[in-house]
């Protein structure tokens, strides 16, 4: 069975300073898709960064990026230089072929001014 | 223009009634989604159509029913509403690669059910 871990509920950042979020995943699949979504408070779900399992090299969008230890399962996300919008839910996801997305529980990312 | 939208975005009934989510996408996409976001914000599927041929199925009970007219819509109607099935609805789509691999999909506003 697919499963997606996020183990931190909460997280609180300094405005302008990076923060990690992490996540682990378990798929029995050798092609996979993994992906980091946003909901803020307006509730909108926004895909924020995506990674081809079968890529080696870490997927980064602008100050969003990735740390994808395949062997690890593990696909943290790095939040550069944090701004008060980046303030939502964040929520790790993995799809296999099946068309399934599964996702985390979800953290929620708080931005101190 | 909104790539995929739902009506209404939010619906607040009673219990016993039947209601209906519209969801429609204008981005080509032959595939679509159903999502249940609970109150501790846990996103699970319940549905997904493929071409207008339901492809996910989640253990949902019957008294969801999707109904996919043609690609670029997927409805979702309740029967017999229940406290429980307050909760966000998402529509969601995507395009499916022709080696089966799903890409990315994209969400719409949500629907916040309320039931009373």
């Known amino acids: 069975a697919q499963t997606v871990t996020q183990s931190q509920p909460e997280m609180s950042v300094q405005e302008a300073e990076t923060v990690t979020l992490s996540c682990t995943y378990d798929?029995?699949?050798?092609?996979?898709?993994l992906f980091w979504y946003k909901q803020p408070p307006s509730r909108q779900m926004i895909l924020v960064i995506r990674q081809e399992a079968y890529k080696q090299q870490n997927a980064t969008e602008n100050r969003f990026s990735v740390n994808f230890q395949k062997a690890a399962k593990s696909f943290s996300l790095k939040i550069s230089d944090s701004q008060l919008g980046d303030a939502a839910m964040y929520f790790c996801a993995s799809s296999n072929r099946d068309d399934k997305i599964i996702f985390g529980k979800g953290t929620r990312l708080h931005i101190l001014p | 223009d909104t790539a995929v939208s739902q009506t209404p975005k939010y619906l607040v009934t009673q219990m016993g009634n039947d209601k209906s989510i519209k969801c429609e996408q204008n981005?080509?996409?032959?595939?679509m989604y159903w999502y249940k976001q609970d109150s501790k914000k846990f996103l699970k599927i319940m549905f997904s159509y493929n071409n207008k041929e339901l492809i996910i199925n989640e253990t949902v009970p019957n008294r969801f029913s999707p109904k996919s007219p043609d690609k670029a819509h997927l409805n979702l109607h309740i029967n017999s509403l229940e406290l429980g099935d307050s909760a966000v609805y998402f529509c969601?789509?995507?395009?499916?690669?022709?080696?089966?691999?799903?890409?990315?999909?994209?969400f719409g506003p949500g629907t916040r059910l309320t039931v009373t």
């Open positions: 981005l080509g996409h032959d595939t």
């Open positions: 798929t029995s699949e050798s092609d996979y898709y």
């Open positions: 969601a789509s995507s395009q499916r690669v022709y080696s089966g691999t799903n890409y990315e999909q994209y």
